[in-house]
């Protein structure tokens, strides 16, 4: 047996689809359905403006009401309207927005705050709804209203119904699993997180008498920057994020060409310096929220940042991969990430005092900048500013020129020279830094000796970010930790191995540590008689194994312990018996080691012993 027949898509087919698919969070429901009734608003007005329309003078509002017996939440408007003729059309029949319609009717009104465009908005309520009733009544003279009910599955009723006013009224009848949204505090905290900046007055329960808004119908970000207060401005930052600390500082974007973008962007207060803090950055269309942190509008370090970003322009769509594509948004995301470079450059140059009080806040905010988006690197590499041994602050090239101020004139000169000559790849300068300035202060101590000096990278994100550093200025510097190696400048000569090989051989042959290399050098200082160095390379690999959690993470195998021959206990050395040659290794082992890291427990123990016994040598003396 054969049969043909056409696969038809009607609601019926498609409601479950809607249900589960289309929107994985029920909570939008609510601002679908105020949303439509703004745009119902929106367009009333335009339609009074356009001489289409009279107004009856009324507060334009949006009612929301919750009837726990009844088991109803209802959201009114007066709004547009409509006629049984376009709920049929724009309510019956899905999928079909009435807001293109209405812009292809009305061609002189133009498209501006009308939200539409989220498409299947109204379909959303069936989240939450076993059944919905619509009381509508157009605008038009002598229209009727009407009555539309529908379980949303299959059937539905449309009928005449004596409607007073203008307007509409949605109905929602809560299914018995989704009760929680007859709860009066989830309403208002929905209506709170979607619809605080919507344009026109929403009311929760209304009485008649003493009620206020809950939103702000003018929100700070639509001002003109020149005329918000740094008190509006905090103020706003409270009451939006709910932060009782004050922002740093803020940029307020604010832009009509080639795309309509406004908001304002917050440099919150870093509460926690070991961990980043995720911020949010709550994207806005036409001051309806549409969610936080949107990657591909807001590129993803910005979202450490706090800031309200409404964008008109965004072609909102259900699906994310299509905004992935979209140039437009692309633009959007470099305009945003430009001025906020812009802001810090500014800053930086303006008023070098406040930038500088700022940056242990702002300071791995841009470094994670920097490594997430190149352009951004580019923009700002010149505010990087480290501060040295001095507390003194400076950006890179500060700092090269304030380690050789003698260079500069010398580049001038030289650069005459190498034009005729073939150009050498020029040596990247080194430039010192510690990671703990209270852990590295024994290397501290001897660099300020030597007169060298270094920077305090002490962010967790400083070892990636050095790095990153090297990879992009790979002709300019490279870093070494200060207890990387031992800089000509603690030296007082140059040592050949081959002459101390004699002592570092006997040393190593009594140390319990097996592994470590020992060599030896001759100090300008004769106090510190030896120092642990880890080659740089072994130890960042070892971080970064440790950040990701790898094994590998052990770098004690590259370890390297530095013999002063300037001290005098080093010196005696090769004169001691069997016996107190090990005593002295160990102990001048565990010294180095106890300035290096901590020492592991049986070091830590051997190394209690071996002192308890020197005391009691001494006092015995
Ligand atoms: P969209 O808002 O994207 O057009 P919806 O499913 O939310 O899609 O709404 C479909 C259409 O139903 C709207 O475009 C509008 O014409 C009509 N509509 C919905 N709610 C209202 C309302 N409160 N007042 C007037 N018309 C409405
Ligand atoms: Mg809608």
């Not at 698919?21 to 909570?27: E, G, I, M, N, T």
């Not at 999928?95 to 002189?108: P, Q, R």
């Not at 305090?456 to 990879?471: G, N, P, Q």
């Not at 094994?551 to 021959?565: F, I, K, W």
Request: charged share 30%.
């Amino acid at each position: 047996m054969s049969k043909q027949g056409n696969i038809r898509i009607s609601s019926e087919n498609m409601m479950p689809i809607i249900k589960k698919w289309l929107y994985s969070d029920k909570d939008i429901f609510l601002r679908e359905i105020v949303a439509n009734g703004i745009d119902a608003i929106t367009k009333f007005k335009k339609l009074v403006e356009m001489g289409e329309a009279e107004s009856d003078n009324s507060e334009y509002c949006i009612k929301i009401s919750l009837d726990k017996d009844a088991k109803t939440l209802s959201v009114e408007d007066n709004g547009i309207g409509m006629t049984a003729d376009e709920v049929e059309k724009y309510i019956t029949q899905i999928a079909f927005s009435g807001a293109a319609d209405f812009l292809s009717n009305y061609e002189k009104a133009n498209g501006d705050g009308i939200i539409g465009h989220f498409g299947l908005g109204f379909y959303s309520a069936y989240m939450v709804s076993e059944n919905i009733e619509i009381f509508t009544k157009s605008y038009q003279k002598d229209a009727e209203g009407v009555r539309w009910e529908s379980d949303g599955e299959s059937v539905y009723t449309l009928e005449e119904y004596k409607k007073e006013d203008r307007g509409t009224k949605i109905v929602m009848h809560i299914s018995e699993d989704e009760k929680e949204f007859l709860d009066e505090g989830r309403i208002r905290s929905l209506i709170d997180k979607y619809c605080s900046f919507m344009p026109y007055n929403i009311y929760f329960n209304f009485t008649g008498k003493d009620d206020k808004p809950l939103n702000d119908t003018y929100p700070l970000y639509l001002k003109d920057p020149k005329e918000c207060t740094e008190e509006e401005y905090k103020e706003f930052y409270r009451k939006t994020f709910h932060d009782y600390h004050d922002p740093l500082f803020w940029i307020h974007l604010n832009m009509d060409y080639p795309f309509r973008l406004k908001g304002i962007l917050y440099f919150p207060k870093v509460k926690n310096k070991t961990e980043l803090e995720r911020g949010h950055v709550k994207l806005y269309c036409n001051q309806v929220y549409i969610a936080d942190n949107i990657k591909e509008v807001i590129p993803e370090f910005l979202t450490l940042l706090n800031g309200v970003i409404d964008c008109p322009d965004i072609p909102l769509n259900v699906s994310r991969s299509f905004l992935q594509n979209d140039r437009q948004v692309q633009k959007i995301s470099r305009h945003i990430t430009k001025k906020v470079a812009d802001k810090l450059t500014g800053l930086f140059n303006n008023d070098r005092e406040k930038f500088i009080q700022c940056w242990s806040d702002v300071s791995v905010f841009v470094k994670l900048g920097c490594i997430k988006d190149e352009d951004f690197y580019n923009k700002v590499k010149d505010i990087i500013i480290y501060k040295d041994l001095d507390g003194v602050y400076r950006n890179f090239d500060e700092y090269l020129k304030f380690l050789h101020p003698e260079k500069e004139d010398q580049k001038e000169e030289a650069s005459k020279e190498d034009s005729t000559e073939t150009k050498t790849e020029k040596e990247p300068e080194t430039i010192y830094y510690v990671s703990d300035e209270a852990g590295q202060a024994q290397y501290i101590s001897l660099f300020r000796q030597a007169g060298l000096n270094a920077l305090v990278c002490d962010t967790f994100i400083d070892t990636h970010f050095i790095s990153y550093l090297e990879y992009k200025e790979p002709t300019k510097m490279r870093f070494l930790r200060i207890d990387a190696d031992i800089d000509a400048a603690l030296k007082s000569e140059t040592t050949n191995s081959d002459d101390t090989k004699e002592l570092t051989e006997a040393f190593k042959a009594e140390l319990k540590n097996t592994t470590i290399a020992v060599k030896a050098e001759k100090f300008k200082t004769t106090e510190v008689s030896a120092v642990i160095n880890v080659a740089e390379f072994s130890r960042r690999f070892g971080e970064m194994n440790a950040f990701y959690g790898l094994a590998g993470a052990d770098v004690d195998r590259d370890m390297t312990l530095v013999l002063n021959l300037s001290n005098p206990i080093v010196q005696a050395f090769m004169g001691l018996d069997e016996e107190k040659r090990k005593f002295v290794a160990n102990q001048i082992y565990y010294l180095a080691m106890l300035s290096y890291k901590k020492l592991s427990s049986d070091e830590m123990k051997d190394f209690a012993e071996s002192s308890n016994c020197l005391l009691e040598n001494y006092i015995n003396k």
